[in-house]
């Protein structure tokens, strides 16, 4: 029987979904991205050889799997060949098995230039974006300005419009942010030339999605970054700028939600957040320098420091609801080993009072007061276990108590980063 399953971010990114992605592809015709560009950063490490992947699906390393780009996944051609090349560096081979959606709104070094002047010019204020132009790329789509891929493959036409662009957006940047324009002939030629590598792998990603089901196959759905960074649904304006949640599969590749089976959330066994915005749980002490540097909490994009905090219950049960999350997987468990005590926060405090949920409101968000609750670690390596039996026993409470906490079950405990430091428990 097939099975759909969406693998998704249920915290604020970076919680190691690529490395749950490509463990899971062993039994799937497909894997699909449907959401964000190449501000994602997922790392996979097989056999101790390290691959970082930024638009490319997870399922890249794979033999006889399609790795397909849905049409919700905003596309840097640049970003994209960079990739390509480096792969097959590696001998991976990559263009037989990587189908691209026509639809896909094109990301133009308009949007990454606007992008670097708007943090630039917000200062202290910066939402602290990847600066790779994600926000600006969405702007042109719903605008219904913006260049798809197909539009490639009609080149009159992309040259007119990319000139309308380009006046547009020419205009802000030298006029308002005060820096340099970026030529309309160095754009368009930057595009063309990669009409001819990119033609095979142009597809109606929709139409191979219908074909997979009509054959039965079983297909898996790849996010990118975290629910909590969902432009509709996240901590706004601190996210990023495209729906992120699980809802985004049916709009960002044309796959009804109705034909979803798992939707299996991924969670730290502690939290991270890069760039700006509210984070209840942040840690500003040694603990959390322990956790940034146990846990390599540098991201996979931009090199930044990540900050730390405890795993946030509410916060967690929130991203439950919002991606109608079947199953939790908790990756890196093996970071905590060396606490004496780890907390978990399972309320909220505010204004004297017990908030009943994750708030809206990110005003109430940035005020509120954690409430913790305290368990005893395990203080021996968990580095690399693959089975559930050989976890200390007080790594066992802790996952039940997330679990109980919660109220879904967890199905996958990642205990290192490569491939085979996994645990399956469904
Ligand atoms: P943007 O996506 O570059 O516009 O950045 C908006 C916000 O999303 C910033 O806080 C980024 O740090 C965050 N962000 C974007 N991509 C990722 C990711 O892959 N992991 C974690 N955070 C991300």
């Not at 990114?13 to 490509?22: A, M, R």
């Not at 915005?277 to 994009?301: N, Q």
């Not at 890196?332 to 309320?347: A, M, N, P, S, W």
Request: with cysteine; net charge negative; glycine share 10%.
């Amino acid at each position: 029987m097939s099975n759909n399953t969406v693998i998704i971010g249920a915290q604020w990114g970076d919680e190691g979904k690529g490395k749950l992605v490509d463990a899971l592809t062993e039994n799937v015709a497909a894997v699909v991205r449907f959401q964000g560009g190449h501000n994602a950063g997922h790392t996979l490490k097989i056999a101790g050889k390290k691959t970082v992947l930024h638009l490319i699906p997870s399922g890249i390393l794979r033999d006889n799997i399609d790795c397909l780009i849905g049409n919700g996944v905003v596309l840097s051609l640049s970003a994209l060949f960079e990739e390509i090349e480096t792969l097959e560096q590696d001998n991976v081979e990559v263009r037989s098995k990587l189908k691209i959606s026509g639809s896909c709104p094109l990301l133009l070094p308009y949007h990454v230039a606007l992008d670097n002047a708007r943090e630039h010019s917000l200062g202290t204020k910066s939402i602290g974006t990847t600066k790779r132009g994600i926000g600006p790329a969405y702007e042109d789509h719903v605008a219904r300005r913006g260049l798809r891929v197909n539009d490639l493959l009609y080149p009159d036409i992309l040259a007119n419009k990319l000139a309308e662009l380009a006046r547009y957006h020419n205009f802000q940047l030298e006029h308002f942010y005060k820096v340099p324009a970026i030529p309309y002939e160095e754009a368009l030629s930057m595009l063309m030339s990669y009409l001819e590598p990119m033609t095979p792998m142009i597809a109606d990603v929709m139409a191979l999605l219908a074909d997979h089901r009509n054959k039965q196959h079983s297909l898996l759905f790849e996010g990118a970054q975290g629910a909590l960074l969902d432009v509709n649904l996240g901590t706004y304006p601190y996210v990023t700028s495209s729906n992120t949640t699980s809802g985004a599969v049916a709009t960002g590749t044309g796959f009804g939600p109705k034909y979803l089976d798992d939707i299996i959330g991924v969670a730290k066994a502690y939290i991270t957040r890069v760039g700006s915005g509210p984070f209840p749980t942040e840690l500003h002490d040694d603990t959390g320098l322990m956790l940034a540097s146990r846990g390599g909490e540098f991201g996979a994009t931009t090199g930044r420091p990540r900050r730390c905090g405890w795993f946030d219950v509410p916060l967690m049960r929130h991203s439950i609801q919002l991606n109608s999350l079947t199953h939790m997987a908790v990756t890196k468990i093996d970071v905590l080993d060396e606490l004496e005590t780890i907390k978990v926060c399972v309320g909220y405090e505010h204004n004297g009072k017990q908030l009943p949920c994750f708030p809206a409101d990110i005003n109430i968000l940035e005020a509120c007061t954690p409430i913790y609750e305290s368990m005893p670690g395990w203080l021996c390596s968990t580095m690399g276990v693959t089975c559930i039996k050989d976890l200390p026993a007080n790594a066992r409470s802790f996952l039940n108590r997330l679990e109980s906490l919660c109220g879904i079950p967890i199905s996958i405990v990642s205990t290192g980063p490569d491939r085979i430091h996994t645990i399956f428990l469904d």
